[in-house]
Structure formats: C-alpha cells, structure tokens
C-alpha cells in the first residue's frame, strides 16, 4: 500500500508485469500444493485455491484503492489494471498464507504434506517472494543501497545469512527445524541456508529487474541493490520455512 | 479456500460452490489482465507527445485568482514530476508567472490542478503550458 507500489503498477515495463504474473501463479499453485494436507489436497485443488487467491485479492485491491482514492473514476483501465495486478503479487501469496495459518481446525491425524528438499527450496522461493515483492517498490532499496559501501554491502550479506540459519535451527520459535544426527552443520548450512540465501538473492534480482530498478546503474550499484533487498527476501525465506 | 474431506475421486463433491465460482472469476481476472497488459505491451514503445492543458474555470478568493486547470497527458508515456507554468501577459509583458507541479501524469490520463494568480486573467491574457518533466 505504499505510492511506489501503485505508481509502479501505472508505470512499469507492460512487458515485465506480465512476466511478474506468470511467474506468480506456479508459485500459487505450489504454496497452495506444499501447504495443504497430504491426505485430502490435491493437485487441482491447489490450482483452484491459486485462482481463488487471485479473486479475493483482486477484489480486495480494487476496494481498498477505490477508498483510499487511489483509484479514480475518470483513471483509464491501462492505470488501474496494472495497480491492481501489482497488488495482487504479495496479495495473493499472503492470502494462501493467511489461508495455511488460520483457514482450518488442524487435526492430530491430519498430517501436513512432507515437502522435501525441492518443497523446501520452493517454499523458500516463496517466502522471499512475498516480503521481496512488498519492500521491493519502495525508494529506500535504491537509497539504502546508493549509500552503502562495498564493506557493508559484504556485512549486510553475512548477516543476511546467519540470520537465515538461526532463525531456522537456533532461534527456538515455533516450527524450528533440527538438525538431523547424521548431518554435519556445515552440511545443513550449505544445504539449507546458503542454498536458501542464494535462492532469495535470486528472486531479489528479478523483482528488481520486473520494477526497472537497474536502469542506468553501475554493476556494483546493482549488485548493492540485489544484496539490499536480499535481506528482507532471506528473512521471508527463512520464515516460510518456519510457518509452513 | 476450505478443507476437502475425500480422496481424489469424490473430493469434487466437498468443494463449495462458492469456490469453483471464486476460482473461475480469478481465472477470468488473470487471463484478462494477461491478455489486456500484453495488447498494451504490443501497441509500441511509450510515446511522449504533448500535453495538453484546458483552463476549466476561474475562482475568485479573498486574496487572488483561482485558475482551476486539467492537464491532459497526450502521449501514453508517464510524465513524472510534470512542471506547469502559468503565465499573465499584457499584451508581450509578462505581469505575472507562477509554477505548479503534478507528482505523475500517467499516459493518455489526466489530472487536475490549480494557480493562485494576484493579477486578474480575465483583464489579461492568460498562457498556461507544460515547462518540463522527468522520465520514469
């Protein structure tokens, strides 16, 4: 709900916002998929809980917009298409999480689907997504990144990752993961967390890429920037972990 | 959004209608605005052409001369912080120039704004123009 977000869905790349939009639906289906239940969700169920997250986060977006009169009557469908479609990214994403935490009574014989190594990286994938595609639109990214050097942008990217790794095996909130007996720590810091870091450092660049933020920068500008908004997207990684 | 209860040869039945009729409206929403912004994307670059400015009327306040404007962005590229310049001309003298800002002009959209002018322009002549902006 911030301007940048709706000034970018006016202004951006048509191009661009419709790969954003391709690219979230798998991301839908396969949150809807990896956090249902391994007895009853199935395949097409998580694609209609996809496109139901697009319904209700699309009418919400319109809502919203009009009251806060963001929307205006007179506004061509060019302007308000693209405001609402840029919502519904993390709209959406939050829906089928809000849907995961708070939808249904868990029963203890209802077990949640086991997601493996790919589900974890996926939901990772996910995770960062959501809060990258959030923070991603604000002016702060490009400020923050411009007044950062080098040094720092190294120390933002280590933090970054011890952060990803405590808040997964150490940190002792609810869902932490343990360490497997057979696995060294460094093993499950590679396999996980740097894995995971450099999935969210991935998904960074292509938010960014989707909202033109690398026009007319220097590699290390864009670099900065990756690793800027790298941090919000590995908190949201880790995280997914986490809740789901 | 609600649980289904049966294996996958029947968990068509647990699924309320509300949800196929939800999930076929998403469908209708994201192919359409795939289709709509992809027609968008095909119709060419962003152009920038002119913009266009109607005076739409004059107020009188306690202290000045309400000129109340729209401008009218022709081109479809958006225009960001768009400078207006309002100026009041007696005859080849300039009596008055005020400038005004819009944050963002999206293309082919308009907005409206207004100038506080101490001199009358219904007296004078009155010339209202875009002065400069800034690329996206």
New interface residues.
């Given amino acids: 709900m911030t301007m940048e977000t709706w ?1 970018l869905g ?2 951006m ?3 661009r ?2 790969v954003l ?2 690219a979230l ?1 798998p991301v839908l289906v396969g949150l ?1 998929y990896y956090s249902g ?1 391994e ?4 395949f ?2 998580s694609v ?9 986060t ?1 009418f919400m977006a319109t809502i919203v917009l009009l009251i806060f009169s963001v929307i205006k009557t ?6 308000w ?2 405001m ?2 840029l919502q519904a990214v993390p709209g959406s994403i939050g829906a ?1 999480l809000a ?1 995961s935490q708070f ?2 009574r868990q029963s203890a014989q209802r077990k949640r689907r086991i997601s493996g190594d790919f589900g974890e990286y996926f939901l990772m994938c996910a995770g960062a997504l959501f809060l990258a595609a959030n923070i991603a639109p604000t002016e702060e990214v490009l400020i923050i990144a411009l007044q950062m050097s080098p040094w720092q942008s190294i120390v933002l990217a280590a933090l970054s990752l011890a952060l990803m790794h405590t808040f997964v095996y150490a940190a002792g909130f609810r869902g932490q993961h343990e360490r497997p007996q057979n696995r060294s720590f460094a093993a499950v810091f590679v396999k996980f967390s740097v894995n995971g870091y450099v999935l969210a450092l991935a998904i960074s660049a292509f938010i960014c890429w989707t909202f ?1 933020r690398f026009e007319g920068l220097t590699l290390r500008d864009t670099m900065q920037i990756i690793v800027v908004l790298g941090f919000p997207a590995s908190v949201g990684a880790a995280s997914a972990r986490l809740v789901l | 959004m609600s649980p289904k209860t049966t294996r996958a040869g029947k968990r068509h039945d647990a699924t309320p209608l509300l949800e196929w009729v939800l999930g076929g409206i998403g469908v209708v929403l994201f192919v359409g605005a795939i289709a709509f912004l992809t027609y968008e994307e095909f119709r060419g670059a962003d152009r920038v052409s002119g913009v266009e400015i109607h005076i739409d009327e004059i107020v009188r306040t306690h202290d000045a001369y309400l000129v109340r404007y729209r401008a009218h962005n022709q081109g479809t590229q958006t225009l960001v912080d768009l400078r207006i310049v309002a100026r009041v001309l007696d005859g080849t003298t300039e009596r008055e120039r005020v400038e005004a800002g819009i944050d963002f002009l999206p293309g082919e959209s308009w907005r409206r704004g207004g100038f506080y002018l101490r001199e009358d322009p219904q007296k004078y002549r009155i010339e209202i123009r875009a002065g400069g902006y800034q690329e996206p």
Avoid: K, W, Y
């Fill in positions: 000034q006016f202004m790349d048509r191009h916002l419709v939009m391709l639906l809807a239940f007895d009853t969700t199935h097409g169920d209609l809980d996809a496109f139901v997250a697009i319904a209700v699309s007179e506004a061509r469908p060019n302007e298409i693209g609402i479609a089928l849907q939808g249904h033109g």
